[in-house]
């Protein structure tokens, strides 16, 4: 099983602030990574697919970046509804595995 | 618009069964590969288990294997999940996902979620 391991595990930042995640794969995934954000009691929604391309409707302060092993979301400047869990996922290896998550917090 | 609307969570006993149902709209869904995802409560995403446009293709989580079984009428445009030999490990909120393209398994939509709890 190819383990995903996201850092940290929570972030503090105050709004207007830039985030930076990271998400790191036991083994390579090419660029078959995707980041999805989840606000308490809604569904995941996806964010970046194919680790950096945004899916539909995302903002552009969104961005993915990596391949391989390492990969990275950045939310350029943190709106109010930003403040979220965050995950990963990879769909280059069966079983598709996803991180235990990133939680954005206001500081 | 894509919706995806899960049914048939429920209150079941360990070593029980339950069979959940996704109902799709809005998208053609025999065009599109689906998946199960499980959320344990104040856990993370965990993926289950996933259908090709075929009905015939399918992978599990090693959690579940040789015990759930996923399934599909295209015909119906609606995704099943049979759970047996139910465990208290299983209870979650379980949702349905679409994949976003033919061999691209992340996921563009979701369901609501339908709650399974396994309890005695």
């Known amino acids: 099983e190819n383990v995903l391991t996201q850092s940290p595990a929570t972030l503090s930042l105050s709004p207007g602030e830039r985030a930076t995640l990271s998400c790191r794969a036991s083994?390579?995934?090419?660029?078959?990574l995707a980041w999805y954000q989840q606000r308490p009691g809604q569904a995941p929604r996806l964010l970046i697919y194919?680790?950096?391309n945004r899916a539909t409707g995302i903002p552009a302060r969104f961005s993915g970046s990596g391949s391989g092993t390492d990969f990275t979301l950045t939310i350029s400047s943190l709106e109010p509804e930003d403040f979220a869990v965050y995950y990963c996922q990879q769909r280059s290896n069966w079983p598709l595995t996803f991180g235990q998550g990133t939680r954005v917090e206001i500081k | 618009e894509v919706q995806l609307l899960e049914s048939g969570g429920d209150l079941v006993q360990p070593g029980g069964s339950l069979r959940l149902s996704c109902a799709g709209s809005g998208f053609t869904f025999r065009s599109y590969a689906m998946s199960w995802v499980r959320q344990a409560p104040g856990k993370g995403l965990e993926w289950v288990s996933g259908v090709g446009i075929d009905g015939v293709t399918t992978s599990y989580s090693d959690s579940v294997k040789g015990r759930f079984s996923i399934s599909r009428d295209n015909s119906k445009n609606t995704l099943y999940l049979q759970m047996n030999s139910l465990r208290a490990e299983d209870t979650a909120v379980y949702y349905c996902?679409?994949?976003?393209?033919?061999?691209?398994?992340?996921?563009?939509?979701w369901g609501q979620g339908t709650l399974v709890t396994v309890s005695s």
């Open positions: 996902a679409k994949s976003t393209a033919p061999g691209k398994h992340c996921f563009d939509s």
């Open positions: 194919d680790a950096s």
């Open positions: 083994q390579s995934v090419s660029s078959s």
